[in-house]
């Protein structure tokens, strides 16, 4: 029977270590501040723009939260980033994503300054990742996944990990923090062209679901003992639920279970560490540009 790795208790560490953080980055008369952007009303993104500035206001970040409308336009919405661009109280912007389909998504996320880009999408903080400098920003879920590994005593040196997926958001970052020095584990990337992809994760001592697709990774894509990181949020129609719908992994959870070494929960795994990882992200770009 799999451990299940708490991610809720991990981001609460990861979060107590933001609060002390802060606390000596107000006393040296810096408040960190966050500007969150949402395009439209995509009720997933309200609800994760929602928990962000949440959190921000329980640990005493300043935050900003602008509604664009679901029919603005690529200028406004650079216009509204380089006006947070320029202003000092804002050290971290993100842009919600995915915005509605007239915007221009990479362009955008291009005109992110740099040192304010808490997602770590831009090209400069993905070539750092890619160049393992420390001084750029790595994106919040991958950069969750690593310390919900660390925090669950996985060895990663020398482990063969499979991260199923490729996006620049999850799949490809992941892959790199795996592979790093220091990290050292053997990396095989998965994607929706890969062949018979169940005996290429019985191979994994690390399997990283991020596929978009409920339930996908069952128990005949396992090795016996693995540990399985569960990155997929999916809303699954469900009648005796009070929304409506529940929320599942990309990893059939009771199946695995039995035959795991240890597996993160959908809710209450990854999502908790994404949002805190940010957290981090935003206090660092407040102690690089004061
Ligand atoms: P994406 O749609 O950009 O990428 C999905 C990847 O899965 C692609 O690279 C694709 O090649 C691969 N794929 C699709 N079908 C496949 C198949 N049949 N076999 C193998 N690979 C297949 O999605 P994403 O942004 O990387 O997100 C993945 C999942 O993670 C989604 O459920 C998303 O909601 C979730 N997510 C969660 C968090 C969090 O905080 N927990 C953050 C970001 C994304």
New binding site residues.
């Given amino acids: 029977m799999a451990t299940i790795i708490d991610g809720k208790k991990v981001a609460e560490e990861v979060l107590a270590e933001c609060a002390g953080e802060i606390a000596e980055l107000k006393e040296a008369g810096i408040t960190p501040g966050l500007a969150v952007v949402l395009v439209g009303e995509d009720p ?1 993104s309200q609800v ?1 723009v929602n928990s962000k500035v949440r959190k921000c206001a329980e640990l005493g970040i300043h935050s900003e939260k602008i509604v664009l409308s679901k029919e603005a336009t690529q200028e406004e919405v650079l216009e509204t980033v380089q006006r947070l661009n320029a202003d000092p109280a804002i050290h971290g912007i993100l842009v919600q ?1 995915p915005p509605p389909p007239q915007i221009h998504e990479e362009e955008i996320v291009r005109a992110i300054e740099p040192a304010k880009d808490v997602d770590g999408f831009h090209p400069e903080n993905v070539a750092k990742l890619a160049l393992e400098d420390s001084t750029g920003f790595v994106p ?2 991958p950069a ?1 996944c690593m310390r919900l590994l660390k925090a669950a005593g996985v060895e990663t040196s020398g482990a063969e990990a499979v991260v ?8 490809k970052p992941m892959a790199l923090l795996l592979m790093a020095r220091g990290s050292d584990a053997t990396v095989t990337v ?5 062949k018979d ?1 169940a005996a290429v994760c019985r191979r994994a001592d690390i399997i990283v ?6 339930e ?1 990774i069952g128990a005949d894509f396992v090795k016996e003992g693995a540990t399985i990181i ?5 809303r699954v129609e469900d009648a005796s639920a009070k929304r409506g719908y529940r929320l599942c ?2 990893v059939a959870f009771d199946e695995v279970l039995e035959k795991a070494g240890a597996v993160t929960p ?1 809710p209450g ?3 908790p ?3 805190a990882m940010l957290m981090k992200n935003t206090i660092k770009a407040a102690k690089a540009l004061g």
């Fill in positions: 997933a994760y994503s919040c879920t969750g199923v997926g490729r996006s620049m958001i999850v799949g998965a994607h929706s062209r890969t992809l679901a991020a596929v978009g697709i409920a996908f569960d990155v997929g949020i999916n992994g990309d959908v795994g990854v999502g560490m994404t949002i």
